[in-house]
């Protein structure tokens, strides 16, 4: 009998044209190869070099959350990513970790709040501010969903010329 793909199935609903899903363990050297797999991703995408920096960004932001707060540095748990396109010049980014989990989330979204009083507590802020839409989900001990989405501008054919 053939599987039918959850993922592939959700996102057809949703006018999906492409994704990307994939786990890693929390090892720090693995932002960089993430990050650089969601910028290649993003790429399909009809925008800049600029605004793929910034989807770069705001995915390594996620990601070293759930390494360092998620999981508290230890290096083999699971972080699971997935990246969609979707119609009209969309992008869907997911960052999930079945870390500590968060008990306020909305002091953990306020600009410069961070638990570690060596750190910026800018990585939040700056998801609010190159993504349209954030949201974020936690239960203590339980783990963390970031998904962020972003419409980037439709160019036309025309302008593109
Ligand atoms: N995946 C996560 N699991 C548990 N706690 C998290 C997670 N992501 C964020 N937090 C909490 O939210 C706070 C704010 O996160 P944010 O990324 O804005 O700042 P930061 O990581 O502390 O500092 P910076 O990003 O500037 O290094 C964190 O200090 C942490 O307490
Ligand atoms: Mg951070």
Redesign the pocket.
């Given at each position: 009998m053939t599987e039918v793909n959850p993922s592939l199935q959700a996102g057809q609903a949703m006018n999906m044209k492409n994704y990307v899903r994939f786990e890693f363990p929390s090892l720090p050297e693995n932002v960089s190869f993430a990050r650089s797999c969601v910028g290649a991703f993003a790429a399909q995408l009809n925008c800049t070099l600029e605004e793929i920096e910034e989807i770069k960004l705001v995915f390594s932001?996620a990601v070293?959350?759930?390494i360092?707060?998620?999981y508290d540095n230890r290096p083999y748990e699971k972080v699971v990513v997935m990246a969609t396109i979707l119609e009209n010049q969309i992008m869907e980014i997911m960052v999930e970790?079945y870390?500590?989990?968060?008990t306020n989330i909305e002091q953990?979204?306020e600009p410069s709040?961070?638990?570690?009083p060596a750190?910026?507590?800018?990585?939040?802020?700056l998801m609010k501010s190159f993504m349209d839409e954030l949201n974020v989900c936690?239960q203590p001990g339980q783990g963390?969903s970031?998904k962020m989405k972003r419409c980037f501008q439709v160019k036309s054919q025309a302008a593109l010329a």
């Open positions: 932001e070293s959350n759930s360092i707060h998620g970790d870390g500590r989990g968060m953990a979204m709040f961070s638990s570690d750190r910026m507590g800018l990585g939040f802020s936690s963390t970031v």
